[in-house]
């Protein structure tokens, strides 16, 4: 059974920093590329990162560059989101994904919330 599992949200003032984390099990985590998207409040949902598997190199939409940064680790089944320079329109609920034999797999997200 696949099961993604996504930690580390919570409420940061403008300009702090999170780490989410998502925690994998059910697939061979080290072959899929893994990616991590947000919805906010009345808005669709958007990709925010993306990592491959193999070499880990990581890819970001161009509204997304320069305050994200995606990184892997195969031994703890674990992908990260490192967000700094927090803006309170990065509030959303922060989704693992992960599409595996044909199939997608979302986390049951973390919710983030940048406000003083």
């Known amino acids: 059974q696949v099961q993604l599992v996504e930690s580390g949200g919570g409420l940061v003032q403008p300009g702090g920093s999170l780490r989410l984390s998502c925690v994998v099990s059910g697939f061979i985590f080290r072959r899929y590329p893994m990616s991590w998207y947000r919805q906010a409040p009345g808005k669709e949902r958007e990709l925010v990162a993306v990592?491959?598997?193999?070499?880990?190199?990581?890819q970001y939409p161009d509204s997304m560059k320069g305050r994200f940064t995606i990184s892997r680790d195969n031994a703890k089944r674990t992908v990260y989101l490192q967000m700094n320079s927090l803006k309170p329109e990065d509030t959303a609920v922060y989704y693992c994904?992960?599409?595996?034999?044909?199939?997608?797999?979302w986390g049951q997200g973390t919710q983030v919330t940048v406000s003083s």
């Open positions: 994904y992960a599409l595996v034999a044909g199939y997608d797999y």
């Open positions: 990592i491959t598997s193999g070499d880990s190199r990581t």
